[in-house]
């Protein structure tokens, strides 16, 4: 168990510079690689290259100058089992609404990308995708609308016993969201006791092409 005391925002130093927001990611890759991940990102994020040259290819979705550089080069590897792995292992971007996520998952599957693990944690609403390399990206709604809400949920028995959560049936997921199902009742988590792995029983799962 970590031992230090900053455990609430109470410990925080006022006088300490912290970012307003995240800019962007790199991606390395092989340059076998390359256009797969080009292409995969572009339909992705349903953006747009802002530069590209014979070694990296900065791509925007909004204002920002870019949001994601991929850059390429014969001595990158890539990794055989990320499950294993140590490193950043996922990096998670919020939308607005389930309804948000579900027009995300029908455009994405327009174009041949599926998630491998859609779930409710509890405290979201997430589905995890994999990209031609085997990065993994997640893209959540939260389930509370304040922070407290989310702090008091995590803390309580049942996240306890269960941090990683539930997975969904997106044929179900879908009909309910497009039912006019009020989002409250969608994202509130069924309670199936203990889970404390994160691959097993994951409906989804499929291992990323090496």
């Known amino acids: 168990m970590f031992s230090d005391n900053r455990t ?17 990611f790199g991606l390395r890759t092989t340059p076998e690689n390359f256009d797969a991940m080009v292409k995969w990102h572009l339909d992705f994020w349903g953006g747009f290259i802002v530069l ?3 070694q990296a290819a900065f791509i925007a979705y909004d204002d920002e100058h870019h949001r ?14 990320r ?27 327009a174009l041949g ?11 979201s609403t997430s589905m995890y995708y994999f990209d031609p390399d085997g990065n993994e990206i997640e893209l959540q709604v939260d389930n509370f609308d304040t922070a407290t809400e989310t ?17 969904i049936n997106v044929d179900e997921f879908l009909g309910r969201v497009r039912s006019g199902e009020d989002e409250k009742s969608i994202k509130k988590r069924p309670d199936i ?15 990323p092409a090496a």
Do not use: C
Not at 68 to 81: C, G, T
Not at 161 to 166: E, L, R, S
């Open 8 to 24: 609430d925002r109470s410990s925080l130093d006022p006088k300490h510079v912290r970012p307003i927001s995240i800019g962007h």
């Open 52 to 54: 590209q040259s014979s």
């Open 68 to 81: 994601l550089v991929i850059v390429k080069d014969p001595s990158h590897r890539v990794i055989e089992d």
């Open 83 to 109: 499950k294993t792995a140590v490193g950043i292992y996922h990096i998670a971007f919020t939308l607005k609404s389930l309804s948000e996520l579900a027009t995300s998952y029908e455009q994405k599957k």
């Open 113 to 123: 990308i599926v998630p491998h693990w859609p779930v409710n944690h509890g405290i």
């Open 151 to 167: 702090h008091a949920f995590m803390t309580s028995p049942e996240y306890t016993i269960n941090p990683i959560g539930v997975d």
């Open 193 to 207: 006791g203990p889970r404390l792995s994160r691959w097993e029983n994951s409906i989804y799962f499929s291992k």
